[in-house]
């Protein structure tokens, strides 16, 4: 459930990236921080069903729901991160503007 | 257990050849900036590449720590990761950073290469059609 929860969070990163015209929301950093973590966890996911074989996919509700729950963790804590270095840089300067206002 | 350290120690190699690299390229755009603007081809800085593999690296790595300790598998004192208390525990440990560490970082690697050769034929096929116009 964490890797599907973060792998949907960066193909929607990536595409409001595509999309995106002037690249000032610095949306590439947050979408390749999630592609990275997807690697990683798809990875972690390939020997773990190496090592459980079918079992893998008949996992309890319970496991499941915490899975969910900290994939949720895991994408607000990355939004965090997105924003706040978002806010630091501020590449088109719009936070020294509304701050000297 | 620790499969993500892997993954911190090459982002911190990177990050050391992307500040040097970029350095390098700042003094060779000061020395050639005018021979540059006629001569060469419309390309991705190598430093650019880097800091893709820097944000995949690192990116992945925050997020996968904040795992770990969900997971109850580092902790906020001294050794940090609860492995290191039990030998055996130790043990493990290296195993899975030599395999799923090891792995990780490998293909996180050949996704950004992959990523970098297609940003280049992006790139240079856009340049090939301005000089044909």
Redesign the interface.
Known sequence: MTLLITVIAAVITTAVWYKEKDRDYKLDFLSLMLWGASIMWFVDAIFEFAELKAEYFNQAPMDMLNDAFLGMAVLALALVIWVVNLLITDPQGRLKKKLSK | MA??LV?VAEAAVVKVMESSQLKKEVKLAESNELSEAVTSDVKIPLSRKLK?LS??????????L??HI?HGEIVPWFPFLTAMNDPADMAEMFKEMA??GV??AV??TI?WFAMCRVADKIVSGDSNEAKDL
């Open positions: 499969c993500f993954s893709w944000n995949l690296l690192l990116g992945g790595s925050v997020l996968l904040f795992e969900w395999t799923v792995s990780m293909l996180v996704v």
